[in-house]
């Protein structure tokens, strides 16, 4: 089991920056993915960002050149810089582990921060 905790949500005003950080409860050289989710309203989950273990991005398309992420595996955390942020990228951001075993994947996710940009 893998306990996420994230913080750094809040409310900033459209063109603004905000940083997240997501602690996991054990070390994550294991994980293989470690990202960020979100849900914006009317939409459903999407990805923002995610990192392999080999330090490989992945960015969602709405948010590429504008959203950073880097993950520290000896401080067992993953950070989402977010620049130039935008009314449509207000949601609940939610924190993910991905561990790939033999035959089957496990997942975690924390319980969401929100993140609010008003025009």
């Known amino acids: 089991q893998v306990q996420l905790v994230e913080s750094g949500g809040g409310e900033v005003q459209a063109g603004g920056s905000l940083t997240l950080s997501c602690a996991a409860s054990?070390?994550?050289?294991?994980?293989?993915?470690m990202g960020w989710y979100r849900r914006t309203l009317g939409k459903q989950r999407e990805l923002v960002a995610t990192m392999t273990s080999t330090f490989s991005a992945v960015y969602g398309d709405s948010v590429k050149g504008r959203f950073s992420i880097s993950r520290d595996n000896d401080k067992n955390t993953v950070t989402l810089r977010m620049n130039d942020l935008k009314p449509e990228d207000t949601g609940v951001y939610s924190c993910?582990?991905?561990?790939?075993?033999?035959?089957?994947?496990?997942?975690?996710w924390g319980q969401g921060t929100q993140v609010t940009v008003s025009s």
């Open positions: 054990k070390t994550i050289w294991e994980i293989n993915d």
């Open positions: 993910h582990a991905r561990i790939v075993r033999t035959y089957e994947a496990d997942e975690y």
